[in-house]
Structures are given as structure tokens and as C-alpha cells.
């Protein structure tokens, strides 16, 4: 198996990194590889419990993109989208503090049709693998939490003149450290970064809470369970937020979404009723249940997989 994994690496990866194991690409174009660095490892590698432990912190996700005319996929134009973010990273680094994974290293294959890019291991799960399939399942907290950590991130990237240009729910991890009442927002995958265009504003926002609203499962009038919790001037505020986005939901994204809408709009009319909802603490309690917490906390890669893959590394090294 650790053979098969290798093969999936594109040669240039495989002098930086060793292969962990494969995840599912559901979510995502191109194939994703959890991998160790080659630095960290070596054919002395200790293979104990509180070195596998150590080795965890420096796993990262090496995903391949390759040429894919039938879904309009071109490495070329992945590479630049990448270079695009490590630069903006490079000059701007409060990328860490708005939630945004950081770009690593990212080459080309053995020609201009493939590539590779590394980012650190994001642990817990996606926001489109959350429960989301009750309405109203989720607590407002949570959901105004998300919505104001990603608004950060979009904040980020419009200052740097960047647009991410794939809010899906696969590309925003959820995570949810020991003692954490609410979880880290992170958004993830950088294939289709983009040049900032004000004329893809309104798209730009309706694609962002349709599919944040779909992975949360809020798309009702307002969830009953959290009517006890609101207070009357935000639940009526958020009436409006709701009645606006389910009206375009249903309507064609382009031609329908009205040419003022943008994120900035959203947030000057809706951004303080957001906030203060997402800093609640009344019901934190109930944020999150336990089956949730259990997603948020989950490993990508157990240690016997990390162990198989270092074994199989230090015998090919000997």
C-alpha cells in the first residue's frame, strides 16, 4: 500500500516529502496526500508513541492537480492562483490571525499539465462534512462564529486585491482544540485564487452564504431553537439577512443577484448583528453537542498509518 501511495506523488513532491496517506477527493479537484517532510524524518527515526506524537505537528496536505479539460482544469492556471496567495502571504503575514492555512512550497510535475502544492494539516473536519441535515441544528453562535471568522478571511484576501473563488464547504475546516468552547475557522485550497473583480462582487456573495447556509442546514425563516436565545432587535435583523438570501438562492446567480450586493454591503447592514450574536454566551453550553465536538477533534491520519508509511520510508532508505 505505501508503494501505491508513493506512486501518487509527482516526482518533484517526492524529494520533499514522504506519503502518509491518501484522502477522499469528494470535495476536492485533484488528489490530496497527507505527508510527513522529509526533514523531520529519517531511517533513524524513533517510531514511538511521543515521536509519532511530535511528528504530527509537522504533517502537512500535498494536493496534485493535473490537466482536466472535461471539468476546465489547467495546472498552469492553478499555479499562478497559488503563486498568487504564497506572495500575498509573503508581504502580508496576518494571514495567520484571519484564518488562512499558509502556502508551503508548489512546483510543477514533469511538465506544465501537472503540479503540486503543500499546506499544513488542517485536523477535524470540513464544514461540508458538519451534520447540517436538520434545520435549525445548528446553535446561532456557532453559525455567526463561522460567518465572522470567514469574513476575516475574505477581509484578508480583498485587501490584498485577491478573491478566493471556491467558498464550498469541503474548503473550510473546522477545528476544535481541548478546553476550545468554539471551534477554528480555517479556509483552505487555493486552485482557484483570483485577481480581485468588483463585477464578480454579487456572485462573489451569494456563493458564500448559499453554500454556507446548505452546510449548516439554516435554510428556515429563523430555526426555532434559536427564537429563546435572540434578542427581538436581532432576530428581526436576521429576518431580513434570511428573507434576502433565500429570495436569490432560487434564482440564477448571475443575471438575478442585484449589482450592489457584495460583501462589504452584507456586513455594513448586517455585520454588528452578526457579531453580537456570535459573542453570546448565554447558551454557549449548548454550541456544541458532543457528537459535533467528536467531528471537530478528529484525526486526518491515525498513528498506525504514520508508523506503516515511516517503516516503509526507513527500509527503502536502508
Known amino acids: 500500500m505505501a508503494t501505491n501511495l508513493a506512486n501518487k506523488l509527482l516526482l518533484s513532491a517526492k ?88 502556502v508551503l512550497e508548489f512546483a510543477f510535475g514533469s511538465g506544465f499539465h501537472e503540479l503540486w502544492y503543500s499546506m499544513p494539516l488542517v485536523k477535524g473536519c470540513s464544514l461540508e462534512e458538519l451534520d447540517g441535515d436538520k434545520v435549525g441544528s445548528q446553535s446561532p453562535v456557532l453559525v455567526c462564529h463561522i460567518i465572522t471568522s470567514l469574513y476575516r478571511a475574505w477581509k484578508y484576501l480583498h485587501t490584498n486585491n485577491l478573491q478566493h473563488g471556491d467558498w464550498h464547504g469541503g474548503n473550510i475546516m473546522l477545528t476544535l482544540d481541548e478546553n476550545d468552547q468554539l471551534p477554528k475557522v480555517t479556509l483552505i485550497d487555493y486552485g482557484s485564487v483570483d485577481e480581485y473583480d468588483r463585477q464578480d462582487a454579487p456572485k462573489e456573495a451569494k456563493e458564500f452564504f448559499r453554500n454556507l447556509f446548505v452546510a449548516l442546514g439554516i435554510w428556515e425563516e429563523v430555526p426555532s431553537s434559536w427564537r429563546s436565545h435572540l434578542d427581538p432587535s436581532d432576530l428581526q435583523a436576521w429576518e431580513k439577512f434570511y428573507k434576502m438570501f433565500h429570495v436569490l438562492n432560487d434564482k440564477d446567480i448571475i443575471l438575478d443577484t442585484p449589482a450592489n450586493l457584495s460583501m462589504e454591503f452584507i456586513w455594513n447592514h448586517f455585520g454588528a448583528m452578526i457579531e453580537r450574536i456570535a459573542e453570546q454566551s448565554t447558551f454557549l453550553d449548548n454550541v456544541l453537542p458532543g457528537a459535533v465536538q467528536d467531528k471537530l477533534k478528529k484525526q486526518m491520519v491515525n498513528d498506525d498509518e504514520i508508523v506503516e508509511a515511516l517503516k516503509h520510508h526507513q527500509e527503502q532508505a536502508l
Open 15 to 102: 524529494e520533499h516529502y514522504v506519503p502518509i496517506k491518501e484522502l477522499s477527493t469528494e470535495y476536492s479537484k485533484g488528489q490530496e496526500v497527507i505527508c510527513l517532510p522529509k526533514e523531520h524524518v529519517s531511517k533513524t527515526t524513533n517510531l514511538t508513541t511521543e515521536e509519532i506524537l511530535a511528528l504530527r505537528s509537522q504533517l502537512v496536505i500535498v494536493k496534485i492537480v493535473v490537466d482536466d479539460p472535461n471539468n476546465y482544469i489547467e495546472a498552469a492556471d492553478v499555479l499562478v492562483s497559488v503563486n498568487d496567495m504564497s506572495a500575498c502571504q509573503e508581504k502580508d503575514k496576518s494571514f495567520r490571525n484571519c484564518g488562512l492555512v499558509k
